[in-house]
C-alpha cells in the first residue's frame, strides 16, 4: 500500500477482527441446512500506530478462506462453486498456492452441481422450451468456473477444458451410432465452452488472451465460433477477418458443408449476430443481436468476394433427388441469400435462379415460403412505419377473434418501436385484453426512456419517465439512470432524482428482489456525493435482501419484448446496480463500519458477495 493508504487505516482498531466471524448460514430459516460457523484467522496484536500492511493482509487471506471453507456446505448446490471460484479470484495475488486449491474445489463442486442439472431445474419449474434453452446455452456452472480461471491462468484452464474434452470424446464414442449431425448449434460442450470463456475474455478487454483460448475451435462453422468472431472483430477486425478466411478455406474444402454452412458464413459479413440455419422438415433455428442489430462487416473487396466464390462452389454442389430434407434446406438458404448474390455476384446468381427453379418444379412442397420473415431477416430492409401500418389493417381486416386482432397490434406496435416510431403507443393501445395492453404499453415507454438515456438527452428522459405508462421499478431505474448522467453537471438535480427513486422503490408491492436491487443502484450513486445518504440507504437495502431469499447480490430484473421475429430482453441491471462495487467503495470509506453491515446480511449469496467485495478492497 501507498503511505496515503496505510494513513487511512490507521485509525481502525483491529479488536474488531477477533470478533469477526464468516457469518454462518445458520442464520437462515430453521428449516435449511445450516453451515457450521467459520471464524477468520485471529487478528494480531494492534500496535499504537494502527495495523500495519501485513496484517490487513493476513486477515484478508483468511477471511476469504474462511468464506470457501463455508462455502462447501452451503445447502444451494449451485452457489457453492459460484463463491469457491470468486473465492480464489479474490485470493489469487495474496495467497496463489491456497486459490489453486479453492479453483479445484470450485471445479469439484461445479461437476456435482452440473451433474444434477441445478442450473436447470429452478424452484419455477420453468416450461419444457424454457429448460432446453437453458441447457443450449452451456452457461452452467462448469462455464462461471472456466470464466473465472480463464482470466487467471491459461495454463490452469487448459487442464480443465482438457477434463471437458476428455468427456466429449467418450461421450462422443458411446452415441456415435444415433448422433445428429452438426447443424451448427449442437457442437461438442468443450467446444462451445472455450468460445464461450473467450468471449467473456473478448468483453474483459484481454483480446490477445481471447483470441489465444478460441484458436483451437476455430476451424468449423457453428453459431459460437462466428458469434466469437463478430465480437472479436469489435475489437480488432483485422485478426477476425484473418481468422474468418481460414474458415471459409476450411469449409471449401470440407465434404460435409452444406447450404447451412453458408447460411452461418454469411452471418459474419451481412448480418452480425443473427445466424439462421434452416430444418429438414422446413422449421429454423436462429440467434438474435443481445443488443441493437449490429451493421454488415465493411470488409475488402478480396475477402467478400471470396465468401462468395466458397459460398458458390457449395450450393452448387448435387444433392441425391431423393434427398427431400437437404433440397428443402438448399431452397431455403438459396431463398435467402439470392438479394446478396444479385448485387455482389450476379453470374452466379443466374445460376442459382435457375437451380432454384428447378427445385420448385420438382416438388409442390415450400415450407418456407417467401412470405417468412426468416427469409428476408436482415438482407432486404426493413418496411417502413407506413408499410407496417398497410400491412397491419391488411391482417386486420382478415381477423376472426379479439385475440389474433391483438396479436396482430401487439406485434405492429413492436415493429414500430423498432424504428423508434412514437405511433407504436397508439398500436398498443387498441389491444383489447387489459392485462397484455397495460404490459405492452409499459415495456414501449421502457424503451423510448432508454433510447433517451443512450442519447444522453436527460431532460427528455426524465419527461418520459414521468409521463410514461411505467411500473415502479421501470420510473425508479430511469431516475437512477439520469441521474448518473447528470452528476457532474447538476448535482442538486441528480440528488433529487435519486430521491424520487426512492420514493418509486417505496411503492413498489409484493416481496421481490426488486427493492433491493434498486436501492443499491441509488446506493453506488450517491456513495461518490452523499456518503452519509448512501449508508442510510445501504441499511434499507439489507432489510429488503433480508426480506427476499431469491435476492442474491448479482440480480437483475428482465422485461421481454417480442419483436418480429423473436424476442428482445430489456434490462435493468449490470455495474451500475452492483452490491459488489457499492462495498468495495463502502469498505474504502469506512471499513470498520463496512464489515459491521456485512454480517447482518442473513442470506449465503448477497453475504457471500460483500465479504469477498470487502476482501478485495483490502488485498487491492
Given at each position: 500500500m501507498t503511505k496515503q493508504r496505510r494513513l487511512s487505516w490507521s485509525a481502525l482498531p483491529l479488536s474488531f477482527l477477533l470478533a469477526l466471524p464468516v457469518p454462518a448460514s445458520g442464520q437462515s430459516p430453521p428449516q435449511k441446512k445450516t453451515s457450521p460457523p467459520v471464524t477468520?484467522?485471529?487478528a494480531p496484536k494492534v500496535n499504537e500506530t494502527g495495523p500495519t500492511d501485513t496484517e490487513l493482509l493476513a486477515f484478508a487471506v483468511s477471511l476469504v478462506i474462511a468464506l470457501a471453507t463455508e462455502a462447501r456446505s452451503y445447502s444451494d448446490v449451485s452457489l457453492r462453486p459460484r463463491v469457491i471460484a470468486r473465492a480464489a479470484d479474490v485470493l489469487w495475488d495474496a495467497?496463489?498456492?491456497?486459490?489453486?486449491?479453492?479453483?479445484?474445489?470450485?471445479?469439484?463442486e461445479a461437476e456435482k452441481g452440473d451433474a444434477d442439472e441445478v442450473t436447470i431445474?429452478?424452484?419455477?419449474?420453468?416450461?419444457?422450451?424454457v429448460t432446453a434453452l437453458r441447457r443450449m446455452s452451456g452457461r452452467d456452472l462448469r462455464f462461471e468456473v472456466l470464466n473465472i480461471i480463464a482470466k487467471r491462468d491459461r495454463a490452469l484452464s487448459e487442464e480443465y477444458f482438457a477434463k471437458l474434452k476428455s468427456e466429449n470424446d467418450s461421450s462422443t464414442k458411446e452415441t456415435k451410432n444415433t448422433a445428429e449431425p452438426n447443424d451448427g448449434w449442437n457442437v461438442p460442450e468443450a467446444v462451445s465452452k472455450r468460445l464461450q470463456v473467450a468471449s467473456a475474455l473478448l468483453k474483459d478487454g484481454q483480446i490477445d488472451r481471447a483470441l489465444e483460448f478460441a484458436a483451437p475451435v476455430l476451424t468449423q462453422t457453428s453459431v459460437h465460433t462466428i458469434g466469437f468472431l463478430v465480437e472479436l472483430r469489435k475489437k480488432n477486425a483485422a485478426a477476425a477477418d484473418r481468422a474468418f478466411l481460414t474458415l471459409l478455406n476450411r469449409a471449401e474444402a470440407d465434404p460435409g458443408s452444406d447450404p447451412n454452412t453458408v447460411s452461418g458464413l454469411s452471418s459474419y459479413i451481412f448480418t452480425p449476430g443473427l445466424y439462421i440455419t434452416f430444418k429438414p422438415e422446413g422449421g429454423s433455428t436462429w440467434s438474435q443481436p443481445d443488443e441493437s442489430p449490429v451493421?454488415?462487416?465493411?470488409?475488402?473487396?478480396?475477402l467478400r468476394?471470396?465468401?462468395?466464390?466458397?459460398?458458390?462452389?457449395i450450393l452448387l454442389r448435387p444433392l441425391p433427388p431423393s434427398d427431400v430434407g437437404a433440397r428443402t434446406i438448399k431452397s431455403s438458404v438459396i431463398k435467402r441469400l439470392l438479394p446478396l448474390f444479385e448485387q455482389h455476384a450476379p453470374d452466379t446468381a443466374t445460376a442459382l435462379r435457375t437451380q432454384l427453379q428447378q427445385m420448385a418444379s420438382n416438388s409442390s412442397m415450400d415450407p418456407m415460403g417467401m412470405?417468412?420473415?426468416?427469409?428476408?431477416?436482415?438482407?432486404?430492409?426493413?418496411?417502413s412505419a407506413d408499410d407496417v401500418l398497410d400491412q397491419m389493417q391488411n391482417r386486420i381486416d382478415r381477423a376472426k377473434t379479439p385475440r389474433e386482432r391483438d396479436q396482430i397490434?401487439?406485434?405492429?406496435?413492436?415493429?414500430?418501436?423498432?424504428q423508434g416510431d412514437e405511433r407504436a403507443r397508439d398500436i398498443a393501445d387498441k389491444i383489447e385484453d387489459v392485462e397484455r395492453r397495460t404490459q405492452i404499453r409499459q415495456l414501449i415507454d421502457f424503451e423510448f426512456v432508454q433510447r433517451a438515456i443512450r442519447k444522453k438527452a436527460t431532460a427528455e428522459a426524465v419527461r418520459l419517465a414521468q409521463t410514461g405508462k411505467l411500473t415502479n421499478t421501470q420510473r425508479a431505474s430511469a431516475y437512477i439512470d439520469v441521474a448518473r448522467l447528470l452528476l457532474k453537471t447538476d448535482r442538486e438535480g441528480a440528488l433529487q432524482l435519486l430521491e424520487d427513486a426512492v420514493r418509486e422503490v417505496n411503492r413498489i408491492e409484493g416481496n421481490k428482489p426488486d427493492r433491493a436491487l434498486l436501492l443499491v443502484g441509488i446506493a453506488n450513486q450517491l456513495i461518490g456525493v452523499d456518503r452519509v445518504r448512501a449508508w442510510e440507504i445501504m441499511g434499507e437495502v439489507v432489510k429488503e435482501a433480508n426480506r427476499f431469499e431469491g435476492f442474491t447480490g448479482q440480480h437483475q430484473v428482465t422485461f421481454p419484448l417480442m419483436t418480429r421475429t423473436a424476442v428482445k430482453f430489456l434490462h435493468i441491471g449490470g455495474d451500475n446496480y452492483s452490491l459488489t462495487n457499492v462495498f468495495r467503495a463502502l469498505a474504502k470509506d469506512d471499513l470498520y463500519r463496512a464489515v459491521d453491515l456485512a454480517k447482518t446480511f442473513k442470506y449465503d449469496s448477497p453475504r457471500a458477495t460483500v465479504t469477498l467485495a470487502i476482501a478485495s478492497t483490502i488485498l487491492q
Amino acid at each position: 500500500m501507498t503511505k496515503q493508504r496505510r494513513l487511512s487505516w490507521s485509525a481502525l482498531p483491529l479488536s474488531f477482527l477477533l470478533a469477526l466471524p464468516v457469518p454462518a448460514s445458520g442464520q437462515s430459516p430453521p428449516q435449511k441446512k445450516t453451515s457450521p460457523p467459520v471464524t477468520a484467522k485471529p487478528a494480531p496484536k494492534v500496535n499504537e500506530t494502527g495495523p500495519t500492511d501485513t496484517e490487513l493482509l493476513a486477515f484478508a487471506v483468511s477471511l476469504v478462506i474462511a468464506l470457501a471453507t463455508e462455502a462447501r456446505s452451503y445447502s444451494d448446490v449451485s452457489l457453492r462453486p459460484r463463491v469457491i471460484a470468486r473465492a480464489a479470484d479474490v485470493l489469487w495475488d495474496a495467497d496463489n498456492v491456497n486459490a489453486r486449491a479453492l479453483f479445484k474445489r470450485a471445479w469439484e463442486e461445479a461437476e456435482k452441481g452440473d451433474a444434477d442439472e441445478v442450473t436447470i431445474k429452478t424452484k419455477d419449474n420453468p416450461p419444457a422450451m424454457v429448460t432446453a434453452l437453458r441447457r443450449m446455452s452451456g452457461r452452467d456452472l462448469r462455464f462461471e468456473v472456466l470464466n473465472i480461471i480463464a482470466k487467471r491462468d491459461r495454463a490452469l484452464s487448459e487442464e480443465y477444458f482438457a477434463k471437458l474434452k476428455s468427456e466429449n470424446d467418450s461421450s462422443t464414442k458411446e452415441t456415435k451410432n444415433t448422433a445428429e449431425p452438426n447443424d451448427g448449434w449442437n457442437v461438442p460442450e468443450a467446444v462451445s465452452k472455450r468460445l464461450q470463456v473467450a468471449s467473456a475474455l473478448l468483453k474483459d478487454g484481454q483480446i490477445d488472451r481471447a483470441l489465444e483460448f478460441a484458436a483451437p475451435v476455430l476451424t468449423q462453422t457453428s453459431v459460437h465460433t462466428i458469434g466469437f468472431l463478430v465480437e472479436l472483430r469489435k475489437k480488432n477486425a483485422a485478426a477476425a477477418d484473418r481468422a474468418f478466411l481460414t474458415l471459409l478455406n476450411r469449409a471449401e474444402a470440407d465434404p460435409g458443408s452444406d447450404p447451412n454452412t453458408v447460411s452461418g458464413l454469411s452471418s459474419y459479413i451481412f448480418t452480425p449476430g443473427l445466424y439462421i440455419t434452416f430444418k429438414p422438415e422446413g422449421g429454423s433455428t436462429w440467434s438474435q443481436p443481445d443488443e441493437s442489430p449490429v451493421p454488415p462487416a465493411d470488409l475488402t473487396p478480396a475477402l467478400r468476394n471470396r465468401f462468395f466464390q466458397v459460398a458458390t462452389s457449395i450450393l452448387l454442389r448435387p444433392l441425391p433427388p431423393s434427398d427431400v430434407g437437404a433440397r428443402t434446406i438448399k431452397s431455403s438458404v438459396i431463398k435467402r441469400l439470392l438479394p446478396l448474390f444479385e448485387q455482389h455476384a450476379p453470374d452466379t446468381a443466374t445460376a442459382l435462379r435457375t437451380q432454384l427453379q428447378q427445385m420448385a418444379s420438382n416438388s409442390s412442397m415450400d415450407p418456407m415460403g417467401m412470405n417468412n420473415p426468416l427469409l428476408t431477416q436482415g438482407i432486404t430492409p426493413e418496411p417502413s412505419a407506413d408499410d407496417v401500418l398497410d400491412q397491419m389493417q391488411n391482417r386486420i381486416d382478415r381477423a376472426k377473434t379479439p385475440r389474433e386482432r391483438d396479436q396482430i397490434y401487439a406485434s405492429t406496435a413492436s415493429a414500430l418501436l423498432s424504428q423508434g416510431d412514437e405511433r407504436a403507443r397508439d398500436i398498443a393501445d387498441k389491444i383489447e385484453d387489459v392485462e397484455r395492453r397495460t404490459q405492452i404499453r409499459q415495456l414501449i415507454d421502457f424503451e423510448f426512456v432508454q433510447r433517451a438515456i443512450r442519447k444522453k438527452a436527460t431532460a427528455e428522459a426524465v419527461r418520459l419517465a414521468q409521463t410514461g405508462k411505467l411500473t415502479n421499478t421501470q420510473r425508479a431505474s430511469a431516475y437512477i439512470d439520469v441521474a448518473r448522467l447528470l452528476l457532474k453537471t447538476d448535482r442538486e438535480g441528480a440528488l433529487q432524482l435519486l430521491e424520487d427513486a426512492v420514493r418509486e422503490v417505496n411503492r413498489i408491492e409484493g416481496n421481490k428482489p426488486d427493492r433491493a436491487l434498486l436501492l443499491v443502484g441509488i446506493a453506488n450513486q450517491l456513495i461518490g456525493v452523499d456518503r452519509v445518504r448512501a449508508w442510510e440507504i445501504m441499511g434499507e437495502v439489507v432489510k429488503e435482501a433480508n426480506r427476499f431469499e431469491g435476492f442474491t447480490g448479482q440480480h437483475q430484473v428482465t422485461f421481454p419484448l417480442m419483436t418480429r421475429t423473436a424476442v428482445k430482453f430489456l434490462h435493468i441491471g449490470g455495474d451500475n446496480y452492483s452490491l459488489t462495487n457499492v462495498f468495495r467503495a463502502l469498505a474504502k470509506d469506512d471499513l470498520y463500519r463496512a464489515v459491521d453491515l456485512a454480517k447482518t446480511f442473513k442470506y449465503d449469496s448477497p453475504r457471500a458477495t460483500v465479504t469477498l467485495a470487502i476482501a478485495s478492497t483490502i488485498l487491492q
